[in-house]
């Protein structure tokens, strides 16, 4: 029998994540997780494109997950709302959007591979959103695998301090269950579940050394463990479970699990592990607007949610929201504030539904804690703020990377000009990493996003879902621009008289390097204004509209019109006229020296690199080596593990493209490799 989803109580509610590395196994994790909470009837097998979160045809035809999916089940009287996201590098600012509306996640990790470079990006995102995590090392039956190298790996380069609360019973192939080092028991899966018993006799003496240390770990950072610690031989289970859930939660310590989803084996530890360990909605603080009002996790309160993901379909639109106050009902008017709503428009709301991946139930209310999708609401962007029009607030939408890979598109046939456009604008309002614009110089239609497979992406919705046949150019990378000797003193002065009020505005302005900016790579952001006018001579609101021209110059430089960046601008002096002066005039000033400035600075050109992580055969190393100079790669180091040679560099992002073709070739197929980025560089 399905087990019961109980009734919305904030303390039975756990709104998570599943965060990893492409491959890793998060979406097997889910839907062992679905099975098991009796979501669903039979396990989703990735490579049989069965799975419930990776509904998607482009998902299943590529075998990885591309959009966060979410989906509820039960586990322990709690209900779970769970969120998929993508492992690919060029799709984590869907990963960011998720991590802004959730309370907790479950970071898992490779038992082989250990902590791969996409795993430390979606953990940084992570650490920025202040989201607790624990951690699942999965496919300990894989060749090679080794838990204790694993968690190494995390405490190297994540967290200082992993807490092992399992230890493998048997090896690879012979991985059949784990010690539970807090209840000192044996936890084994054989013949289609799970049986608990004591820890096996040749076991015993390791995991009480384990929990020994374990305890030891744990008295460390947390002072009531601490204090049993002292006064008694060992910590009890009870104090040590509510340990290790204040460590998790406040993040001194990382709770480690261990198991292999696909064999069915560590799932139920898990989910245990997150109904204990994992906030609820009333364990994280009050949400806070930009405003500096809180709005706590309060079903009474007034209503405040954020929209995070939008699915703009032919038949309607779907605002996915999470409620993190009030309630909100079907039929019920909202103020949706925050983004370019302006002052904030009235909205109804038509419809609420429950969503299991791409299938949704009608509910007629939602509380604090839930995460749900709205029907009917029209202004409604991604990052927007639903609230009660007697008490409007805007909370912090999520951030949005800046696209570094454009391509031209254009539909083969004129008549089907006027379908693309609205195809690229309906993608682009649902994912705000792609970008779309005209080029000036060209007219061509130029599709922007986070890398090849993202604009791949993209290119097939088009064809499918819009059903449109479209030509792609080959990709190009987004340059920038940078000063690296700049000028100073340099003296504008703006007149233009051709009757009525003219515009008069008289500005002096140093230009240099932004600190730091010249430093290896820099992350393609970075501008610096300051006034050091005295004795009122521009007033200040004219030295607000001087700031604003200089923004303005910086979209397009001197020597390709690329944006410039790493910029500090300083307003040294200035005189205005008693009539003629405005902030427009200030403004066309500030733009139009700006411009000027760097035409007389020192620029240079800069290209958008990426970190790249390459495991190849110890045979193939040399060519895969000398390949990556030839791409303008530049190693950053090199380590043996178990046969194979793993190489990391920083290559030009124009050069990868096309690279995996040329390794498998290099390495007869044998080869792999990984992608983050790492800002900008010098072109060279």
């Known amino acids: 029998m399905r087990p019961r989803i109980p009734d919305n109580s904030l303390a039975i509610v756990r709104n998570l994540g599943i965060l990893a590395h492409v491959d890793a196994g998060k979406t097997t994790v889910t839907e062992r997780m679905l099975f098991l909470g009796g979501a669903t009837y039979k396990r989703g097998e990735v490579h049989d494109g069965t799975t419930v979160t990776d509904f998607d045809p482009l998902e299943r035809d590529r075998g990885i997950t591309i959009f966060a999916a979410a989906v509820s089940f039960a586990w322990d009287g709690h209900r779970v709302n769970l969120i998929d996201t993508p492992g690919h590098v060029d799709f984590s600012d869907e990963v960011e959007r998720s991590l802004r509306v959730l309370d907790g996640a479950i970071a898992v990790f490779d038992a082989v591979a250990g902590v791969e470079p996409q795993s430390e990006s979606v953990w940084r995102l992570a650490d920025r959103y202040g989201v607790p995590r624990i951690a699942f090392v999965n496919k300990l039956d894989r060749a090679g695998a080794d838990l204790d190298t694993a968690v190494e790996s995390i405490r190297r380069r994540l967290h200082k301090a992993p807490l092992v609360v399992q230890l493998p019973i048997g090896q690879e192939g012979r991985f059949t269950g784990v010690v539970d080092l807090v209840r000192m028991r044996s936890l084994v899966w054989a013949g289609g579940g799970c049986s608990a018993g004591p820890v096996p006799e040749d076991l015993l003496a390791e995991a009480r050394r384990r929990r020994r240390l ?29 340990a290790l859930r204040d460590l998790t939660r406040s993040g001194a310590g990382l709770v480690v699990l261990c198991g292999s989803a696909y064999r069915d084996r560590g799932i139920e530890p898990l989910l245990d592990a ?26 009474e309160a007034p209503l405040a949610a954020l929209a995070f993901k939008v699915n703009a379909t032919a038949t309607g639109r779907l605002t996915y929201v999470r409620i993190y106050s009030g309630t909100m009902r079907k039929g019920d008017t909202v103020l949706v504030t925050g983004l370019d709503t302006g002052a904030g428009r009235t ?20 509380t604090a804690g839930d995460i749900v999708a709205v029907v009917g609401l029209k202004s409604a962007r991604l990052g927007t703020t639903l609230c009660a029009p007697g008490a409007p607030l805007v909370l912090e939408p999520p951030s949005t990377a800046e696209p570094v890979v454009s391509v031209a ?17 309906r993608m682009a309002e649902e994912d705000p990493s792609l970008a779309v614009r005209t080029d000036a110089e060209t007219g061509q239609t ?30 190009q990378v987004a340059h920038r621009e940078r000063v690296v000797g700049g000028v100073s ?31 290896g790579a820099v992350d393609g952001g970075g501008f610096a204004f300051a006034s050091t006018v005295v004795g009122g001579r521009v007033p200040r609101e004219y030295v607000r509209a001087v700031e604003a021209g200089c923004r303005d110059a910086l979209a397009d430089g001197p020597l390709g019109g690329h944006p410039v960046t790493g910029l500090r601008v300083t307003l040294t002096d200035g ?17 139009l020296a700006l411009r000027e400035a760097l035409r007389a600075s020192a620029m240079e050109l800069l290209e958008p690199v990426v970190e790249v992580t390459v495991t190849v055969p110890d045979d193939a190393a040399g060519a895969v080596l000398g390949d990556l100079a030839a791409r303008r790669g530049r190693i950053s180091g090199s380590s043996a593990r178990a046969g194979t040679v793993v190489i990391s560099a ?22 792999t490799f990984t992608t983050r980025p790492a800002g900008y560089a010098p072109a060279r």
């Open 409 to 425: 598109v254009e539909a083969r046939r004129s008549t089907d000009a006027e379908r693309l456009a609205s195809g690229l604008a």
């Open 446 to 475: 130029l599709l922007s996003g986070m890398g090849e497979l993202h604009l791949e992406v993209a290119v097939d919705k088009l064809r499918r879902e819009h059903v449109l046949d479209v030509a792609v150019g080959r990709p």
């Open 650 to 671: 920083v290559v030009p992002l124009a050069e990868v493209f096309g690279y995996a073709t040329r390794l498998r070739s290099r390495t007869q197929g044998r080869g």
């Open 347 to 366: 909205e109804r709301v038509s419809r609420i539904l429950r969503v299991q991946a791409d299938r949704h139930t009608e509910v007629d209310v939602a």
């Open 274 to 299: 997150v109904v204990a360990y994992l906030p609820s909605p009333l364990d994280v603080p009050p949400v806070r607007g930009e405003d500096g009002a809180e709005r706590a996790a309060d079903p």
């Open 575 to 591: 005189a205005t006229h008693p009539k003629d002066s405005s902030d427009l005039a200030f403004r066309t000033a500030g733009r």
């Open 214 to 242: 374990l305890e030891e770990s744990v008295a460390e950072l947390h002072a009531g463990a601490l204090e049993e610690f002292c006064v008694r031989p060992s910590i009890s289970d009870e104090t040590l479970a509510g």
């Open 489 to 519: 003193g340099l003296l504008y002065r703006h007149v233009k008289q051709d009757g009525g009020a003219g515009q008069f505005a008289h500005v002096v302005l140093d230009v240099e390097p932004l600190d730091g900016a010249l430093d």
